[in-house]
């Protein structure tokens, strides 16, 4: 779409150097049939030329402007290849982080059984006499 835009616009710029090249040939000739100085068909002349040179800058300055839009394009395609990248390994470090916080748990439950064993090996010890 992009591209069928940009060709649309140089076959239009063209269209329009074609034109004025027309209306110059025309103004030549109708000037010259009608007694115009040559005076002023050279004033038309640089005119015309100065009318070809701006669109011939105007024509450099979009495709300078196209090859900024292509290189800006691109540099954001990385970067949102980047932060796609960035997403998965965060959403892999979440991941592991509930993983440690369950082991963590679950040792936490485990240390407290052993701590209640102990403790009731030891009144059982106390209790039979047995301080050893």
Do not use: C, W
């Amino acid at each position: 779409m992009r591209h069928t835009f940009n060709m649309r616009k140089t076959k239009t710029i063209i269209t329009v150097k074609n034109s004025f090249a027309a209306l110059a040939v025309l103004i030549l000739v109708v000037g010259s049939s009608s007694g115009l100085s040559a005076q002023s068909v050279g004033d038309l002349q640089r005119q015309i030329d100065a009318v070809n040179n701006d669109i011939d800058r105007s024509q450099q300055r979009i495709n300078d402007l196209r090859q900024r839009s292509d290189t800006l394009e691109n540099r954001l395609a990385i970067l949102n290849a980047e932060a796609d990248q960035l997403q998965e390994r965060i959403n892999v470090t979440e991941q592991e982080v509930r993983q440690t916080r369950a082991q963590i748990r679950e040792t936490e439950e485990e240390l407290e059984r052993l701590k209640g064993l102990i403790q009731e090996n030891a009144k059982t010890l106390y209790k039979q006499g047995n301080p050893s």
